[in-house]
């Protein structure tokens, strides 16, 4: 991972707002790869995008396509949760070149340096910063179990009922958690960054994040509360430079996620939502 003192912000971006359409394709197309699982429309429209944006800038097809290579990878396994040996394995190799492969791309093959993992910097974390970190807690707390038992998502998850199966879960949980901020806040934000603004950006990146996290469990009502998610860490991102603050932020969250899929598996251990009750399993 790169490692700087301190990561300067993106230059204005020079794509015309033509550019925006490829670049919507891109996204539907993980909306048909992930969410809705249409393989063969999927690929040929997230293919086709990168080469129609050959059309507007030739630099726009390449950050595309640097997106589209760690999509396509990602796209080749099953997202859903699998903390078994062979899942664990499995996950580790395909989600690592998700992230490895556009990266060496975009370094030796075209020479540009537009992800970036800025694991370190001088600039110290605002009070407003460090209170998020506690709210995120808290909102997870409140807030999750009550979406888990409410709508029986924790099903989408292995049942967790002894120390082993728990510490697997936690151990998968907090993994993915890290790789979602390296790939689609440090890979593909940062490349949605170099040619559009902020809050385009943001939304695009967005909208690939969710469509990756409804394959991977959080589905029903769960973009009520992925959607605002996912934006917040492009905006923490965007504001910090800092990787190590966004990935602590998203720690803390998925904490709650672990011990909410832990409670609804196991109510009596964990007595500790009272918004979960009156969703409780008998």
């Known amino acids: 991972m790169t490692s700087t003192a301190a990561t300067p912000a993106p230059a204005p971006p020079t794509t015309s707002q033509w550019g925006l359409l490829p670049a919507l394709g891109v996204v ?57 040996n062979a899942g ?15 990266f060496t791309l975009e370094r030796l093959v075209f020479r540009q340096r537009g992800i970036q993992f800025p694991v370190r910097s001088k600039r110290r974390w605002e009070p407003i910063e460090k209170a998020y970190l506690a709210g995120a807690v808290v909102i997870g707390w409140l807030f999750l179990p009550v979406y888990f038992l409410g709508s029986g998502a924790y099903l989408n998850w292995p049942e967790v009922t002894d120390p082993e199966q728990m510490g697997r879960l936690f151990f998968g949980v907090n993994a ?16 949605f960054r170099k040619h559009f603004p902020m809050w385009q950006a943001n939304l695009l990146q967005a909208g ?22 996912a934006l917040a ?38 007595p500790i939502f009272p918004t979960a009750i009156p969703f409780q399993r008998e």
């Open 208 to 229: 690939i994040f969710i469509s990756f996290l409804w394959e991977l469990g959080y589905r029903s009502w769960a973009p009520l509360f992925t959607i605002p998610f």
């Open 28 to 84: 539907a197309s993980a909306v048909l790869l992930f969410w809705v699982e249409i393989d063969v429309v999927g690929y040929p429209l997230l293919w086709g995008s990168v080469l129609a944006a050959l059309l507007v800038r030739p630099a726009l097809a390449r950050d595309l396509g640097l997106i589209a290579s760690g999509l396509t990878v990602v796209s080749l396994i099953s997202l859903e949760a699998d903390v078994s």
């Open 233 to 270: 860490q492009g905006y923490l991102f965007s504001r910090t430079r800092n990787l190590v603050y966004v990935i602590c932020v998203h720690l803390l969250f998925d904490l709650m996620v672990f011990l909410s899929i832990v409670h609804a598996y196991n109510p009596g251990l964990l």
């Open 88 to 102: 664990i394995l499995r996950f580790a190799i395909f989600l690592s070149l998700a992230v490895i492969v556009p």
């Open 176 to 191: 993915v958690g890290i790789w979602d901020e390296l790939f689609f806040i440090c890979t593909i934000f940062a490349l």
